[in-house]
């Protein structure tokens, strides 16, 4: 069942300070620059609804929210275009997308998602303890200073409020795909666990995803980029196809792949090895 949207009134107790800027976005007044491509939401726009990558992650997440519940609407901190944030509303979770790009801040908005924060997290100027769960969806790898947005989120989540986050998996995949991202790292299980408790938070669960994938990338992307072979040209001629956007055989065969691993994770299985890892965690007391 389809969540209904964030009241207003929940976004003015949330965060006083901010103003209409057009139909359905608001605004905090001043944009704090981010290590994300200029075209990137165009871009993720253009493959999101055909990507085996992005409807995999999507599943998992919402399964994860729904093993973990917050007790309130999720803030989708860096939502992008919104496809995250629409997955989880269609599965009954109220959502809010804060996106500091208006290109996507206007995207999230065409496909429902009212209203819409265009703004960085620390930007919109969220009370202290007021938010029930925060969601950093593959954007913590964007942020040079990470311990200091996760402190951040442990002051803006209420006592035992939840975080969720997903990220790329393993330093040794790095390729010239995280630099056209804009990303400054990837990440190991056992150390994001514990950056996560030295930050305030307890774990609940923590699982890598894609278990196929980390043999490919690391033949496919990181060899060639280690060699000077993978250009930013190369990455954006190869992301449709990459994404299995086009179809074909090898596409539905990893889905039914990807398929059997959801069902292992559901069972509450983990995973140790993949190029993605997804986290819950919530507040330990203060």
């Known amino acids: 069942m389809r969540a209904p949207a964030v009241e207003a009134g929940w976004l003015r107790r949330w965060a006083p300070a901010l103003v209409p800027l057009e139909e359905g976005v608001w605004t905090a007044g001043r944009s704090t620059p981010v290590s994300y491509p200029g075209d990137g939401h165009v871009l993720c726009r253009?493959?999101?609804?055909?990507?085996?990558?992005?409807?995999?992650?999507?599943?998992?997440?919402?399964?994860?929210?729904?093993a973990w519940p917050p007790r309130g609407p999720l803030v989708d901190a860096g939502g992008g275009n919104g496809?995250?944030?629409?997955?989880?509303?269609?599965?009954?979770?109220p959502t809010l997308v804060v996106e500091p790009g208006l290109d996507g801040a206007r995207q999230a908005r065409a496909r429902g998602l009212e209203p819409v924060?265009?703004?960085?997290?620390?930007?919109?100027g969220f009370r202290p303890h007021s938010l029930p769960a925060l969601g950093f969806?593959?954007?913590?790898?964007?942020?040079?200073?990470?311990?200091?947005?996760?402190?951040?989120?442990?002051?803006?989540?209420?006592?035992?409020?939840?975080?969720?986050?997903?990220?790329?998996?393993?330093?040794?995949?790095?390729?010239?795909?995280?630099?056209?991202?804009?990303?400054?790292r990837?990440?190991?299980?056992?150390?994001?666990?514990?950056?996560?408790?030295?930050?305030?938070?307890?774990?609940?669960?923590?699982?890598?995803?894609?278990a196929p994938l980390?043999?490919?990338?690391?033949?496919?992307?990181?060899?060639?980029?280690?060699?000077?072979?993978?250009?930013?040209?190369?990455?954006?001629?190869r992301q449709d196809a990459e994404h299995g956007a086009r179809g074909g055989v090898a596409s539905a065969a990893l889905r039914a792949v990807?398929?059997?691993e959801r069902a292992w994770l559901r069972r509450g299985g983990s995973l140790p090895l993949?190029?993605?890892l997804l986290v819950v965690a919530h507040v330990e007391g203060r």
Request: net charge negative; aromatic share 12%.
């Open 274 to 276: 993949g190029t993605s």
């Open 214 to 237: 980390p043999l490919p990338l690391w033949l496919l992307r990181a060899v060639p980029s280690r060699l000077g072979l993978r250009s930013e040209g190369a990455v954006r001629a």
């Open 258 to 260: 990807l398929s059997a």
């Open 137 to 184: 969806f593959d954007v913590i790898e964007h942020v040079e200073e990470d311990v200091r947005l996760l402190e951040q989120a442990r002051e803006l989540l209420e006592e035992d409020g939840r975080l969720y986050l997903t990220v790329p998996a393993f330093s040794w995949l790095w390729a010239e795909d995280d630099v056209v991202a804009g990303h400054f």
């Open 83 to 93: 496809y995250v944030a629409a997955g989880l509303r269609d599965a009954g979770i």
């Open 186 to 210: 990837r990440y190991a299980r056992a150390p994001l666990c514990d950056l996560l408790r030295r930050t305030g938070f307890a774990v609940d669960f923590a699982s890598y995803l894609f």
């Open 46 to 66: 253009a493959v999101e609804d055909g990507s085996f990558w992005f409807q995999h992650r999507n599943r998992c997440i919402v399964d994860a929210v729904r």
């Open 117 to 124: 924060v265009c703004a960085t997290l620390e930007d919109a």
